[in-house]
């Protein structure tokens, strides 16, 4: 992955809120048929909040997601960054992606470095701040190594260091530890959130792991099967600073959510399921 950020964060805390009034996306299929991905989502996230959203596959998480990033515009609706309506990409905002997109030619320190270059900092500043991020994740010492001679786990350091050099005020991550394994993901989360309690960047935090999006949100956005909204929302009031993620589901009120929003979420999964497994029917309308 490869975090990038355009223009400096917006200069005030409030200008990290995000909104979203009415907000309807519509895809034309390859057959050509118009298909409704997003239908009618309203959502509030307020600024420094860390928000995961959690819904069946094929819902449209990423969509959303794009919405909020301006990479895509609403079909009806509109979604509103700081009070403002979001156009062309929105400044202060760090990507996260669920797949790997570093630069292979480059450098971790390089990589890293790429966003401050981009801000117009000089190279020597760029490496200065990219090598303190690179110790801040755990990696001192790997600044001169590429990144096929990293393992997954410490690629997605490099790209969480690339996301927070940026300072971004709203980060935006799309399933950004799915494909990690189970211990080194809850490593990712712990030091995620660690992070995230220093500077306070509002999150949209995508995934399918329920455990992981009520171990490090505020609130947890439960979305529907196909056309997408959302369904239910959960504020999570275990306390912060949460410790380790690993520990922290074995509380009884971490079951207790757990069992609460799953049964909101099964629904729509299995809804979700029984879409696909129609293919004949088509996507709904
Ligand atoms: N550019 C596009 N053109 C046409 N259809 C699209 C486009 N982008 C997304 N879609 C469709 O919109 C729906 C929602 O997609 P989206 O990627 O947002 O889902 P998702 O919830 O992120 O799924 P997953 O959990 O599998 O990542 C899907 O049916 C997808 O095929
Ligand atoms: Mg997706």
Partial sequence: MLARTTQPPPATFSDARIELSGVTRRFTSPTGEAFTALHDVDLT??????????????????TTLGMISGLDRPTAGAARVGGTPVSGITPGTSFMFQ?????PWKSVLAN???????????????????????????????????????????????????????????LLMDEPFGALDVQTKAIMSNELLALWEQTRPTVVFITHDLEEAIALADVVVVMTARPGTV??????????????????????????LHQQIWQSLREEVEQAYAQTAAPQEGPRP
């Fill in 231 to 256: 369904k239910a929302r959960y504020e999570i009031d275990l306390p912060r600073p949460r410790g380790a993620v690993q520990e922290i589901r074995f509380e009884p009120r971490f079951l207790e």
């Fill in 99 to 103: 797949a790997d997109a570093l630069l």
């Fill in 112 to 170: 890293v470095g790429l966003g401050p270059m981009f801000r117009h900092l000089s190279k020597r500043q760029a490496h200065q701040l990219a090598r303190d991020w690179i110790r801040r994740v755990g990696l001192a010492g790997f600044e001169n190594h590429y990144p096929h001679q990293l393992s997954g786990g410490m690629r997605k350091r490099v790209s969480l260091a690339a996301a927070l050099i940026n300072e971004p005020s709203i």
């Fill in 45 to 62: 996230i307020e600024p420094g909040t860390f928000c995961a959203i959690v819904g069946p596959t094929g819902c449209g998480k990423s």
